[in-house]
């Protein structure tokens, strides 16, 4: 007779989760400091002529700047976002599923925090975005990462890589 065991969540794996959300927190928040310090609100720098550059802004809404009065919602879902994100990340036996998890929970949760904790207010502060891209969009470092999760994630599953492990079947001896 065969039963499938379903393969346990390693601690070790979520521990390397979590670090990865830590990195991306620290990189995406050191990046606004720097920005805060040495940008002026509006002023554009050029770094590769008109299609890369520096500019400081603080948007209240989402990508686009879609929702700029419905900062609040922004917050709830982002909040939302890092508990799912949370709760999937203790559940992953897959190695590559959980650096993606990782790297999304870490840009999820710096937005968090920008929402909960900068100007004008709790729970409805402003990102800052510095870096713009042409005439498109000014994100910053975990919008990068958002969206590279997003090609990572699309990758992993045209691969086929499971969320889980397959379970082991356990084999019972006959006696």
Known sequence: MTDAAAPRPS????????????????LDQASKFW???TLTVGESTPIIGDLLRFQLIYNPGAAFSIG??????????????????????WRVTSPAWAILLGLLLGGATTHLGDRLF???????????????YGNLFIGNVADIVI??????????????VPFRKEPAPVVESAE
């Open 35 to 37: 920005a805060e310090a």
């Open 11 to 26: 601690h070790r794996l979520y521990a390397v989760t979590i670090g990865l959300a830590l990195l991306v927190i620290l």
């Open 68 to 89: 700029v009065g419905f900062t609040w919602i922004f917050t709830i879902i982002a909040a939302v976002a890092v508990v799912a994100l949370a709760i999937f990340a």
């Open 118 to 132: 900068r100007e004008p207010s709790f729970a409805q502060g402003h990102v800052v975005d510095f870096i713009g």
């Open 147 to 160: 969206v590279g999760c997003g090609v990572f994630g699309v990758i992993l599953m045209a691969r086929g």
